[in-house]
C-alpha cells in the first residue's frame, strides 16, 4: 500500500511538474523571444506625449509574430536628447522620440525644418514640404543607422522675454539664449548682429535670473511648463519656426523584426504620431491662455510688421545660414518647393 501511495505521489508530482511547465515556463520563453525595444524620452510621465506611447506600446506588444515589448523611459531618465542618441548608438537604447535637438545628433540635415527662422507660414506649408522631403531625410539617416517610424511637431517656436519684443531691431539690443553645442548657429548670430549666449537647459532660469540672458526662443508649451513666463512675461505673437520632431529606432533592432510584425508597428506608429502632432499643436495654444491668466503679455503684430522682420531675415540670416547651418541643397529645395505650393494655392483661389 505505502509502495502504491508513493507511486500515486508521484504520478501526481510529475503531472502537476508538467502543466506546470505547460502553463507557465512556455509562456516565458515566448516573452524571452519577444525583441525587447527600451525607448527613451524627455517627455514627462502623465503628458499627453507618454499616454500615446504607452498606447502603442499595447499595440506593439499584441502585433502578429510575437510582437514587440516596448520599455518606455520617459522624463529624460535616460539624459538629454544627446545622451539618449548616443545610448541607442552603443545599444543601450534602442529607440527614442527625439526633437531636431537630438535628430540633429544622428543628421544634420533635419536641421532644415526649424533652422530657417519664417520660412514657413502656416502648417499646410509644413506639411507639404515635410512630404516632398522625407524620403530624402530618411535615406540620410538610414545610412547613419536608424529608421524613422514617424514625423511631427508641437507647434511653432515663439520668443519670450523680459522686456517686450516687438521689431525686429530690438533683438539685436538682448542677450539670446542658444542652445550649448551650437557653435555654427552662435557665429552666424554674431555675424548678423545678435548676442546670443549658449547655455545648457538647466541654465536657462538662472540665466533669466542673473540677467546672463533675457530672451528665448521656445515652444510655447516648454515656456510653460518650465514657468518661464515669471523671469520672461512678454511673448512675440509671431511664427518664428515649428518645433519638428521624430520616432526613432535602430537600424540593427528593427532588422531583427518580422515583416509581419513590422507591418503593424509602422501602421500603429503612423497613428500615434498624428495623435502627438494634433495634441501638441492643441497643446501649444493651450499653453499661451494658461500663461496669459498667470501674467504672461502677448504682443501682437500688424502684417507690416510681421513683413519687416521676414524681410530682415531674408536679407540677414538666410545668406549666413544656406550652406553652413543648413545644407544648401535642401536649403533650396525648400524655397523652391514653397514656390510651387503658393503657386498651386493661387491657382486653385482663383479658380
Known amino acids: 500500500?505505502?509502495?502504491?501511495?508513493?507511486?500515486?505521489?508521484?504520478?501526481?508530482?510529475?503531472?502537476?511538474?508538467?502543466?506546470?511547465?505547460?502553463?507557465?515556463?512556455?509562456?516565458?520563453?515566448?516573452?524571452?523571444?519577444?525583441?525587447?525595444?527600451n525607448l527613451g524620452t524627455i517627455a514627462p510621465r502623465g503628458s499627453s506625449h507618454?499616454?500615446?506611447?504607452?498606447?502603442?506600446?499595447?499595440k506593439w506588444r499584441n502585433a502578429p509574430g510575437?510582437?514587440?515589448?516596448?520599455?518606455?523611459?520617459?522624463?529624460?531618465?535616460?539624459?538629454?536628447?544627446?545622451?539618449?542618441?548616443?545610448?541607442?548608438?552603443?545599444?543601450?537604447?534602442?529607440?527614442?522620440?527625439?526633437?531636431?535637438?537630438?535628430?540633429?545628433?544622428?543628421?544634420?540635415?533635419?536641421?532644415?525644418?526649424?533652422?530657417?527662422p519664417m520660412v514657413f507660414r502656416n502648417f499646410d506649408e509644413l506639411e507639404f514640404v515635410n512630404d516632398k522631403l522625407?524620403?530624402?531625410?530618411?535615406?540620410?539617416?538610414?545610412?547613419?543607422?536608424?529608421?524613422?517610424?514617424?514625423?511631427?511637431?508641437?507647434?511653432?517656436?515663439r520668443y519670450f522675454s523680459k522686456q517686450p519684443l516687438i521689431q525686429p531691431e530690438e533683438l539685436k539690443k538682448?542677450?539670446?539664449?542658444?542652445?550649448?553645442?551650437?557653435?555654427?548657429?552662435?557665429?552666424?548670430?554674431?555675424?548678423?548682429?545678435?548676442?546670443p549666449v549658449p547655455l545648457e537647459t538647466s541654465e536657462i532660469l538662472p540665466g533669466f535670473q542673473t540677467g546672463l540672458i533675457n530672451v528665448i526662443a521656445v515652444p510655447p508649451l516648454f515656456a510653460l511648463a518650465g514657468q518661464l513666463y515669471n523671469l520672461a512675461p512678454h511673448m512675440l505673437n509671431l511664427n518664428w519656426a515649428p518645433l519638428v520632431g521624430a520616432l526613432v529606432i535602430r537600424s540593427s533592432t528593427w532588422n531583427k523584426i518580422p515583416d509581419e510584425t513590422k507591418k503593424v508597428l509602422l501602421i500603429t506608429a503612423a497613428i500615434a504620431g498624428e495623435e502627438m502632432k494634433?495634441?501638441?499643436?492643441?497643446?501649444?495654444?493651450?499653453?499661451?491662455?494658461?500663461m496669459v491668466k498667470r501674467g504672461l503679455t502677448v504682443h501682437n503684430i500688424?502684417?507690416?510688421?510681421?513683413?519687416?522682420?521676414?524681410e530682415t531675415v531674408v536679407q540677414t540670416i538666410y545668406p549666413r545660414i544656406r550652406g553652413h547651418l543648413v545644407d544648401a541643397?535642401?536649403?533650396?529645395?525648400?524655397?523652391?518647393?514653397?514656390?510651387?505650393?503658393?503657386?498651386l494655392i493661387k491657382e486653385e483661389k482663383s479658380e
Request: aromatic share 12%; no cysteine.
Open 329 to 343: 541643397d535642401l536649403f533650396d529645395k525648400v524655397i523652391q518647393l514653397l514656390q510651387e505650393y503658393r503657386t
Open 302 to 310: 500688424t502684417p507690416e510688421i510681421e513683413e519687416e522682420w521676414r
Open 278 to 290: 494634433a495634441n501638441g499643436r492643441k497643446e501649444s495654444y493651450e499653453s499661451v491662455d494658461a
Open 134 to 157: 522625407r524620403p530624402k531625410l530618411e535615406e540620410r539617416i538610414l545610412k547613419k543607422g536608424f529608421v524613422v517610424l514617424f514625423w511631427g511637431d508641437t507647434g511653432w517656436i
Open 50 to 58: 507618454y499616454q500615446t506611447l504607452m498606447a502603442m506600446r499595447e
Open 1 to 37: 500500500m505505502k509502495r502504491l501511495i508513493n507511486g500515486i505521489n508521484l504520478k501526481g508530482i510529475l503531472a502537476f511538474w508538467f502543466y506546470s511547465v505547460f502553463l507557465t515556463v512556455l509562456p516565458i520563453e515566448s516573452a524571452e523571444r519577444q525583441i525587447r525595444v
Open 174 to 195: 538682448m542677450k539670446i539664449f542658444v542652445w550649448s553645442g551650437s557653435p555654427v548657429q552662435v557665429e552666424i548670430m554674431h555675424q548678423a548682429g545678435y548676442y
Open 66 to 116: 510575437g510582437g514587440v515589448n516596448l520599455v518606455i523611459y520617459p522624463d529624460g531618465i535616460q539624459g538629454g536628447e544627446s545622451d539618449m542618441v548616443r545610448l541607442m548608438r552603443i545599444g543601450s537604447l534602442q529607440s527614442a522620440l527625439l526633437s531636431i535637438q537630438g535628430l540633429t545628433d544622428i543628421e544634420s540635415g533635419v536641421n532644415v525644418f526649424n533652422s530657417i
